[in-house]
């Protein structure tokens, strides 16, 4: 009977340290995820100021040489957004691949970029730096600078449509699409993604 | 006595009487080998109605591949007479749509889709979504199961450790 009770109570005791062994590594491997993210984003916000150092030498070899201007290699960053009533401020990188999305929102390759005529996608993840999305609302105020200039924008529609629902859509206008999945505060693969859509009020070089 | 007498002469009818009681079934089960006949029949019948339909298909697919050939030749009013060559572009042009409806078939249809990473008219977002939140939240609940079942023993398993 003793016998039986110190094995239970020992059998106990060993699932409780599998279990907190086993926990303790998903929490390791959670915080070194978002150590190396936290690690990506400082890595593009001192490049994008790199740049902006630069920016006047790059745009007069732009004119020079009749180039486009900044890179748009994958994973570099191309423009800045502000929404300063969300506090939130952050650099923008080529691509929404994981890797892309690591250091911080992703400028969707193929769209315009926020300036240029067309719809211009931004996407980010909903736990990380579009994590304030979920607050905001109509008449909000964007703002973007990339090498087209500094420019304002307001938020003039949000909809929430389904994962795999077609929610990007070409524009002749100047139009700024954010992109997060939805609800913010989920647990699993998001079933829905939140789009907003910003359009420009004025632009400055 | 005579009970045990009937049962083993019904024992042994059982056993020596199978060779002509198998005879018997043999012969009735010719009819079974008709019903296979009937069955295999029923199968061939199967087959063309099936037949049949995957033709329908095929027409149908056949139908919509010339209205979006035509449709293809119609966006272009100033080609007088078609050359050869440029039918085989409007084929090339006209199964393009085709491919496009499969793959929002796929979408919709929940199968794995190919992610997001490149505009296009009528794109899907980009998956944004990332595992670390399920991650953190698993590993804090197995870390608080583990801690409570360690310091939490029932009281009868207490007592019995105290012994």
Known sequence: ?205 | MRTWLGRGTFAAIVVFGAATAEAQITTVIETPKRTTVAAQQAAARREEVAQDSIARITMTGMKEWVDSAAASLAIRPDTGTVPASDTAAATRRSTQPATQRSDSATATSGRSPVKATEFRDGARAPDTGTPVPTLAFLGAVMVLAGALLRRRPTPAAARRSRR
């Open chain 1, 1 to 205: 009977m003793i016998k039986g009770g110190r094995a239970r109570l020992r059998s106990r005791r060993a699932a409780s340290t599998l279990l907190i062994a086993g926990g303790a590594l998903v929490l390791v491997g959670s915080a070194a995820s978002i150590a190396r993210a936290a690690i990506a984003r400082d890595a593009a916000r001192s490049r994008w100021e790199e740049m902006e150092a630069g920016r006047a030498v790059t745009a007069a070899r732009a004119r020079v040489d009749g180039a486009g201007g900044w890179s748009t290699a994958r994973g570099t960053p191309v423009a800045r957004i502000v929404i300063p009533r969300l506090r939130l401020d952050e650099v923008v990188v080529e691509g929404v691949s994981d890797d892309d999305l690591r250091a911080g929102p992703g400028h969707m390759t193929g769209s315009a970029l926020p300036g240029d005529s067309g719809n211009a996608v931004i996407s980010a993840h909903r736990d990380r730096h579009f994590y304030p999305l979920g607050r905001i609302v109509v008449g909000d105020t964007i703002i973007t600078e990339s090498d087209r200039g500094t420019v304002t924008w307001t938020v003039a529609k949000l909809r929430v449509v389904d994962a795999e629902a077609a929610a990007l859509h070409t524009s002749t206008t100047p139009l700024l699409t954010l992109t997060t999945c939805w609800p913010i505060r989920y647990f699993g693969p998001a079933p829905e993604r939140l789009i907003v859509e910003a359009t420009r009020i004025d632009a400055s070089k």
